[in-house]
């Protein structure tokens, strides 16, 4: 694994640590300005938006499983992250399960890598 390949690894890891402890700074710091997050039921959020909605407490995540991951380096300004993930959450006070494939696209404009488009697809059983 090179050094993209790691730090994109460890970001992921931090980005889902952050989620499980609702913590709104870190993920500032680890979200682009320019972020587009699709949920897997179809609705979107910008940077602002997506913060808010873990500050409020509406979505508070409980558990992330992730399997299959690949993460595929682009040069040294673009990382796609993809895979299948089990996300166990409360949403608006009502336990969830969500089980979905996934994308992620990091960048590093400024030499600093910040995730910019995440997308959930639902996984049909």
Known sequence: ?????ADIAELEDR???AMLAGDVAELDRLLDENL????S???ADDKRSY???IRSGA???REFHRSNTRIRVFGETAALVTGAIVIRLQLKGQDRELNSIYSGV???PDGCWRLVCWQATPVRS
């Open 1 to 5: 694994m090179n050094s993209a390949h």
């Open 15 to 17: 980005r889902y640590r």
């Open 36 to 39: 587009l997050y699709i949920h």
């Open 41 to 43: 039921g179809g609705s």
């Open 51 to 53: 913060l808010e909605y």
């Open 59 to 61: 979505v508070q995540y």
């Open 106 to 108: 990091w960048v590093r």
